[in-house]
């Protein structure tokens, strides 16, 4: 074999990465696989913890999915369970708590009835909880006053369950994979770290060539690209996806100062946003402190917390007149204008925990100022991508598959609780271009129901 060369090439070690690492390592007959990371370790941008809510998005509480959506994400959820749970992984790095999507207000209360009889055969689990359940489950969502007496003025109801699994750190999951992966000692299964890829070619016999800031080089027979927002960064100096633009939106967190929720506490989504609702989460690294967010805030960067990748923003952003068009459409609207501005606001200090608490009293009534401090250091960016053909938001994940090998993923929220899925979608077409075999029984036997 050839010096550094591989049947398939994996850029990127975070959930997604790892996610086609374990599962070609597991399930198929491929021979070399390599894993590039630009950082010293798995999972340090948008799979940490620390950066993301740690919730497997089933589509049960999701109140911005469809029926249709819900099906397709109940699967790929699932196949999280299912990989912890072959692996003993449960009360380790996944966790049960309470979920619920609380409507507030008639409108609101009106949404989740009809709600709970649309999704309730496809999640039999779902309760529907009035305010006597409520004050059992969550008593904090139910009263204005912190001794709890009382109630607040407005109806209530919510769709919830405790019985199931809802919580994972990610990162942890990412470690857990590629362990896995290992266990497979008939195959090379190299990952190297601080190897950031900065080209990318495709040679003369059809294999690709990567170039690295370290000086390293690459090459293989396949390629898949799952490096976040610099995922379509690499695709643009390929000359593919041009017709993207990328937009990178910050999260931000705040924490109580002690135990506030007993589990996840989301809120009815507002269709006109793109981005998720305000709600609040057990966090499982920080003794279950309820952190309440995210925050939603253009940056110009790439990855958050991380020096650079200002002009990476500009490169992969593809200005012209159509993200012009994309961001006066989407700024035209007065919800999404307000929605921007206040979002902005959350992150200004001395006034950002004010008016971060007026939006989170909507779920905790009684929360106040005093409860809450900003979550330094929590948070990541998620890569929205904007299509300039239909100028339009894109939502969900994008990616980029010209048909000759290579494979370039963009995976904004629910990325994590669709990894394997995704993963299983990806292998399929490296599988049919490299001529593999793929044990798909097996598979479907140990991570769908």
Known sequence: MKKNHYDVLIVGGGISGTALFYELAKYTNVQSLCLLEKYEALATLNTKATSNSQTIHIGDIETNYTLEKAKVTKRTAKMVEKFCLQYGLQDKIMFKHQKMALGVGEKEVHFIENRYHEFK?????LELWDVDKLKEEEPKVVYTDKAQTQVRPEPIIAIGTNTQYTTVDYGAMSEALVKEAKENQKITTDIFYNTQVSDIVQK???TFG???KNGE???ADFVVVNAGAHSLFLAHRMGYGKHMGCLPMAGSFYMTEGHFLNGKVYMVQNNKLPFAALHGDPDILADEKTRFGPTALMLPKLERYKSGTYLDFFKT???DLHIVKIFWD????SDIRNYVFRNFLFEVPLINKGLFVKDAQKIVPSLSVDDIHYAQGFGGVRPQVLDKEKEKLMLGEASINPGNGIIFNMTPSPGATSCLGN???????I???LDLTFDETQFLNDLTE
């Open 317 to 319: 952003l593809n200005f």
């Open 330 to 333: 989407l700024l035209k609207d």
């Open 217 to 219: 080089t690459y090459t």
């Open 121 to 125: 055969e496809l999640f039999p689990y």
């Open 204 to 206: 003369e016999d059809k």
């Open 431 to 433: 599988t049919d271009y």
């Open 423 to 429: 993963a299983e979608r990806d292998l399929k077409v």
């Open 210 to 212: 990567l170039s690295c």
